[in-house]
Nanobody
């Protein structure tokens, strides 16, 4: 059973940066999309950023020009570089890798932005 393992979350001050990483424990074939979602307390899970194989990246309006998603299909990894973090970015962040046969999710990593 392939699992996605996330790392890089933590506590950061407003204006700071974090880089989230997500690595699959095994090989995933026929990947067509990778993404990051987040869920804040009392709110629904929302898409933060996504990238399609051979295509461009998409971002939620709230993170445009601050976050950058990158992925490597061959290495089954996806990253999220987060700059200029704001308190409203506080949430549990989940990575997602989609293949034609299955949808994979990470267990989530907490990001807290606070002074």
């Amino acid at each position: 059973q392939v699992q996605l393992v996330e790392s890089g979350g933590g506590l950061v001050q407003p204006g700071g940066s974090l880089r989230l990483s997500c690595v699959a424990s095994g090989s995933i074939f026929s990947i067509y999309a990778m993404g990051w979602y987040r869920q804040a307390p009392g709110k629904q899970r929302e898409l933060v950023a996504s990238t399609w194989t051979g295509g461009s990246a998409n971002y939620a309006d709230s993170v445009k020009d601050r976050f950058t998603i990158s992925g490597d299909n061959a290495k089954n990894t996806v990253y999220l570089q987060m700059n200029s973090l704001k308190p409203e970015d506080t949430a549990v962040y989940y990575c997602n890798i989609r293949s034609w046969s299955k949808d994979y999710w990470g267990q989530g990593t907490q990001v807290t932005v606070s002074s």
